[in-house]
């Protein structure tokens, strides 16, 4: 099973950013399909973006199109976010997420959370 680490988060004023990194204990595009989610204090698991692997094609989630963008390296088996504009909203535990098969990826949703493989998360506080 694919190992996943997160690191790049931090505390950002409004209208600043940040890039989340995602290294993965193996070759990305043998997942197939990656994924950022994340969670604020008391709210459920959300979806962020999902990612196909190799082929790049994205699917994000309404309150971040226009402001996150998701990438990835297969050469240093990572996945990015870049993280422009943030919001108070925006504060949660971001997570990187791998799946096989790239099925998820193609659904334009981000399907039950126990078909995902996680990260131990990373901290995004956004202040007003």
């Known amino acids: 099973e694919v190992q996943l680490v997160e690191s790049g988060g931090g505390s950002v004023q409004t209208g600043g950013s940040l890039r989340l990194s995602c290294a993965a204990s193996e070759s990305i595009y043998s997942s197939k399909c990656m994924a950022w989610f994340r969670q604020a204090p008391g709210k459920e698991r959300e979806g962020v973006v999902t990612?196909?692997?190799?082929?790049?094609?994205?699917y994000y989630a309404d309150s971040v199109k226009g402001r996150f963008i998701a990438s990835l390296d297969n050469g240093k088996n990572t996945m990015y976010l870049q993280m422009n504009s943030l919001k108070p909203e925006d504060t949660a535990l971001y997570y990187c997420?791998?799946?096989?098969?790239?099925?998820?990826?193609?659904?334009?949703?981000?399907?039950?959370?126990?078909?995902?493989?996680w990260g131990q998360g990373t901290q995004v506080t956004v202040s007003s």
């Open positions: 997420a791998a799946a096989q098969g790239p099925f998820l990826c193609f659904s334009d949703a981000f399907g039950p959370l126990d078909v995902w493989t």
């Open positions: 990612i196909s692997a190799p082929g790049g094609r994205t």
